[in-house]
């Protein structure tokens, strides 16, 4: 007689669970010049990608995926999959051993197209305690803001899990400071900042002297050489504007 396994009673589990992942778009298809790309990247942030998990965003020709996972192993990256891939790139994916992710906003758009083409009218959806709970709906839920009244020294690390973070004083050379929201600096930003580390790309910073070594948000991110010299040590706001990282000065 055969018998079936509950999920209670097994040793191993999936669960559902959303995480954010950085993106590494690839704009080329020749390996070699992929490999010196990313060295020439890491270069400019010794340390801050070591180990990150990251997915491919790639180009319409499609470079070699296994070449290109042994760069990132090279590299000390830890590749999980591509991102929104063609079908040839799938192909080339699966083929590498590598997971192939969707984002949730192309997930949307396909049965949105399949609805239009069928022209077959939405049910209403149900009101009242028997409906469907609708957890795209909900908010995220926010945590207070998180004040700190001290200096951060180098080599310190402060994160405002669920909310925003504001600093009273400066951020040292060094130290890094992220939050899920918003980063307010009200002395010097040295060091480095990561506003929307879950992923909010509405989230800023803010600060009164911008001395960066490395601002991000949403893990669209500029070092210290990116960055223009003409907004340096002056009042800034970091946005994000369609993917690219906007700094801008301050009244």
Known sequence: MSQTKTTAGSRVVFKGRMMTLSVLEIREADCDRIAALVDEQLARAPGFFTRLPVLLSLPEAVPDLKRVAEIMTAADLVLVGVLDPSQAAAEAARAAGLGVIT????????????NQAS??????????????????????????????????????QIYARGGDLVIATSVS?????????????????????????????????????????LVAIAGCYKVADAIDEGVRSKPVQVRLDNDNLLIELQE
């Open 103 to 114: 984002s949730p906003a192309r997930s949307a758009s396909v049965p949105e197209r399949q």
């Open 119 to 156: 022209e077959v009218p939405a049910e209403p959806r149900q009101s009242g305690s028997n409906a469907a709970a609708t957890p795209e709906s909900e908010a995220p839920p926010r945590t207070p803001t998180r004040l700190i009244t001290k200096p951060i020294r180098s080599g310190q």
């Open 173 to 213: 050379e060094g130290a890094e400071v992220l939050a899920d929201g918003h980063i307010h600096v009200y002395g010097a930003l040295r060091g480095r900042a990561l506003a929307g580390a879950s992923g909010d790309t509405e989230a800023r910073i803010y600060c009164k002297r911008f001395e960066p070594d």
